[in-house]
């Protein structure tokens, strides 16, 4: 009977410690590759590259839209660009002009 009693004492015993080392493993190992772990670090830093890029065009589009709305600017038209409007909108071109289609950037 003691052989029994000091065995299970034992694994008692060492439920405690083999509990923190579990709960420390799960936490060193998503502290490593987890999704916000060391591991993922070049993943983040690659994205953040990707992202700063298009956040550039991005930058440069609305730069170029907002010099087209400045030239519309109701009290002062620029005449250049009210023609290209007007003449694609509309469709109307001279009979001694030549309509060249370009594909459009996109």
């Not at 694609?88 to 002009?97: I, K, S, T």
Request: aromatic residues 6%.
């Amino acid at each position: 009977m003691s052989e029994r009693t000091g065995a299970f004492d034992l694994l008692r015993g060492a439920m405690v410690p083999t509990l923190c080392i579990l709960v420390a493993g799960y936490f060193a190992y998503h502290a490593f590759a987890g999704r916000t772990g060391v591991f993922a670090l070049g993943d983040y830093k690659a994205e953040q590259v990707e992202m700063a890029a298009k956040a550039e065009a991005v930058a440069e589009r609305k730069a170029h839209l907002e010099r087209r709305v400045a030239l519309l600017d109701p009290r002062r038209v620029d005449p250049d660009l009210a023609d290209e409007l007007v003449r694609g909108n509309l469709g109307v071109v001279r009979p001694d002009e030549v309509v060249v289609k370009l594909p459009k950037a996109g």
